[in-house]
């Protein structure tokens, strides 16, 4: 069923309240997500993006009662991702010839995908298609926002911009506006979205954030390809993601570890003692990487001011938990961010090296040195352990500090 989205502009995308998992396993989607897609009727009518493939068919009969398919005038692909891609192969079938406006780089991605040589239209920056009714769309390449081949397109007279994958949410609501959803819920899955998937374009993020303003195109929505569309303060989102792209933090730091027997446990804990001795305003969080939601600890890093990794040594190199989450670290490039190591050994201490080395190759700076404990740590250990927390904190204000003089 379509939904009103202002004039003559609907939602025609899918719901999908079970959605536990996106990207493969890479990303949870706690709160579901949306395929969002756009039809928009004027004297041309254009359908902007579908749905992911397991829900093409009931996409298609959807469609089909809003609209009979061979007047969809034109169709818009912002990016070539199965997610929003996904119902064009069926669709395509009964409506073989219909343009397909998209980037130079989606048509390759879309051929790489379905391998159909549809009657696509590359557009770029600029290029405008008129809509009828003194309206038209204009395209913006976005690339790496999600895609090499993503883009975003702008609905003049009705002041919509379609962003596709940026400011969306994995978010699953019934009211499909911003202004009617709980915005705690709302901003949780919008900074997870950023955090998770959006970090390492954060340069691109600012410039595309630059040229859209330099455009002084009035935006009264934005229309994201997943979650709830920004209607009310329309430009929030934007404003958010000015301050997310540059190197965001939070007085925060996050103590992440995993444990065999309860060592590396113990001096995480200890850390976190230090630490919230050391300041009472600091936030200090504290995750067992094979607890807990990886993308909610990536989060937690991205908010965050210093980090502090933790495992014992198992079969010469780190636990498994560690491991992988040490490799979306790197992936995401974060910046400007402080870290430090630790854990047990019973024969070798390699551990901390090895989380110490990736943290290094991923940008951190070290600030203080590898903490190791052989066999079980004791009480003398976990005092010191505390102490460390302390002189952490000491190291990361002093540094501020200095960062503030100069
Ligand atoms: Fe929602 Fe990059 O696809």
Redesign the pocket.
């Known amino acids: 069923m379509k939904k009103t989205v202002a004039n003559n502009v609907y939602w025609i995308g899918k719901s999908d309240w079970e959605l536990r998992q996106f990207h493969g396993y890479e990303y949870s989607t706690n709160k579901g997500s949306t395929y969002n897609s756009y039809l928009i009727f004027e004297e041309k009518n254009v359908l902007i993006d579908t749905v992911f493939k397991p829900f093409s068919r009931e996409y298609i009969e959807n469609l089909s009662e809003e609209i009979e398919l061979s007047k969809i005038d034109y169709i818009v692909c912002n990016?070539a991702?199965p997610?929003?891609s996904g119902a064009l192969p069926d669709l395509m079938e009964l409506i073989p010839q219909t343009p397909i406006y998209c980037t130079k780089n989606c048509i390759k991605s879309l051929q790489g995908h379905y391998h159909k040589n549809w009657n696509f239209i590359p557009v770029k920056t600029g290029d405008k298609l008129s809509l009828g009714n003194g309206k038209e769309l204009i395209f913006i390449q976005a690339p790496m926002l999600?895609?090499p081949d993503s883009m975003f397109c702008y609905l003049s007279g009705d002041n919509i911009l379609f962003s596709n994958?940026a400011f969306g949410q994995h978010y699953c609501s019934e009211p499909i506006f911003n202004d009617l959803v709980d915005q705690h819920e709302l901003y949780s899955e919008a900074i997870k979205y950023y955090a998770n998937i959006l970090t390492p374009f954060s340069k691109l993020v600012t410039k595309k954030i630059e040229e859209i303003e330099n455009l002084n195109l009035p935006v009264d929505y934005i229309c994201p390809?997943?979650g709830i569309i920004w209607r009310e303060e329309p430009l929030q989102i934007v404003r958010k993601y000015a301050e997310w792209a540059d190197n965001y933090q939070q007085n925060q730091i996050t103590v992440i570890y995993d444990t065999m027997y309860n060592g590396t446990r113990a001096i995480a804990e200890s850390i976190v003692n230090g630490l919230t001795l050391a300041d009472k305003n600091m936030t200090v969080k504290l995750y067992n990487a094979a607890k807990n939601d990886k993308n909610d600890i990536i989060t937690e890093i991205f908010k965050s001011k210093a980090i502090l990794i933790g495992c014992p040594t198992v079969n010469n190199g780190i636990m498994y938990s560690i491991a992988g989450l040490l490799e979306m670290v790197k992936g995401l490039k974060f910046q400007g961010k402080k870290a430090a190591a630790f854990g047990c050994y019973g024969w070798h201490d390699t551990s901390t090296k090895i989380i110490e080395d990736v943290l290094k190759e991923s940008g951190f700076e070290i600030v203080s040195e590898r903490l190791s404990a052989i066999w079980e740590p004791d009480s003398n250990f976990l005092d010191k352990c505390i102490d460390y927390g302390k002189q952490f904190v000491t190291v990361l204000n002093s540094s501020d500090f200095r960062k503030s003089r100069s």
């Open positions: 990016h991702e997610d929003h999600h895609w994958d390809s997943h």
